[in-house]
């Protein structure tokens, strides 16, 4: 494999696993980044873009997260927090006043973003140009009552959290997560990181792939929670809605980021340093650790993994999905993409691909973070 890109001395033996990763596992097209002390370490990109055109991976190729727009989605929050917009503690109907049907007058906001607010799915019907409509969906949650199932009151809510979250922060501020995030993260530090690809961008993006065992057939089921929880974005068929423009433009705050794995790491350098690079701050350092502050550790039984919480990021489990250091934090995305910080180590780092798959945990990220941790010791 052709690896394209650099990284600092001492860092070497990254390129040496990220390389491997396409002859060991598969990687089609691929990225790894990882900034310390404000300066990038590694910056490495390589395979292909386009299988169907033989479009190279470049330097600049965007790629969609899924949910590594989590992270970006939980910063805007965090910056309305410090505003004195927001407030963990306080019900989310205090913004939202149609929240508070069906029952859901005392969910806070902190509960929505720890995945604790008992609306996993939507169990209202709709299509897929509803699916990429935010306020139609924000509007069927609204309305919709809690899960009574005790295993909903701490479970992965994968899209509604998005449209939940995403309608806190236009409520309370007018804009959506997309010009927000645009605004106040991204232009600042000069992110190339999109929630809501522009038309002019979409042929940067990879095409991305379902690896064996992503797609679920959607079989009856006995398990109501179950069915309720079932993504629409897993779908034998949903690969095509993926690369379609319309998923790319949509701004589908739980989902729908597409970023180079360079401007990644860069957000997540900044987070790691207290929220400023460069000189340019985008959050109080108080803010950061608000954010990466424990509020909800546990297992999750639907999922059978361990799950722990911050205001919206997640946290070191046993699992150690996001490096050895103990106080990391980041998000992941469906498929295999990685994306935090290490505070300690003043890391930030990020792994974007194509190709997604079912292995968990998926050895892909875990070996480059286990070979970037070495080098950081040396």
Known sequence: MDVQGFTAAGF?????VFARNFERYGDVGAAFAAYRDSEPVVDLWGGTADPATGRPW??????LVFSGAKGLTAACVLLLIERGLLDLDAPAARYWPEFAAAGKDRITVGEILSHQARLPGVQAPYNT????????????LAA???AHDPRAGFIYHALTWGWL????VRRVDGRTVGAFFAEEFARPLGLDVWLGLPDEQHHRAATALAGPGVLQPQAE???PLLVLTRNPLLTPDAPALWNSAAFRRAEIPAVGAHVTASSMARFYACLAQGGELHGVRVLKAATVELGRREMRRGFASLWDAPMAYG????LRTELALFGPPPDTFGHAGAGGSRHGAWPGERIGFSYTMNLTRAEFPDRRPL????ALHDAVQL
């Open 311 to 314: 205001a919206g990021f997640e």
């Open 144 to 146: 919709q009552a809690p």
């Open 58 to 63: 470049y330097g600049d190729t965007l790629q």
């Open 367 to 370: 070996d480059l973070l286990d």
């Open 12 to 16: 070497e033996a990254v390129a040496e």
């Open 165 to 168: 979250i995403g309608e806190l």
């Open 221 to 223: 089921d006995d398990d």
């Open 129 to 140: 140009e509803e699916l990429l409509d935010h306020e139609h969906m924000a509007k069927l």
